[in-house]
């Protein structure tokens, strides 16, 4: 089993990121951490480097920070589980 690449941060854009990672290249839509924040590979750029946007603040990232592809897409919850999460959030029987 291939372990998941190690990169870099080389760009950063706002909520735009390019990393850049040598050997396998993550895929379009897997998930890479840095630290806290996830960010999902949304284009290959080329030469190893790959472009993705950040799913939450940036606040604290900089360049030549470590990136860990995660070898997996990203997971959304399943409908139950939002609409159960939504009831919870408008629970009236607490008033």
Known sequence: MTPNPLGEIVAIHGGVLDMRFEGRVPRVHELIRV?????????????????????????????????NATGAAIKRQSETDCLAECHRGLDISQR
């Open 35 to 67: 630290g806290d924040v996830s960010i999902e590979v949304e284009a290959l750029v080329g030469d190893g480097v790959v472009r993705g946007m950040a799913l939450g603040s940036v606040k604290g990232l900089a360049l030549g920070m470590s990136a």
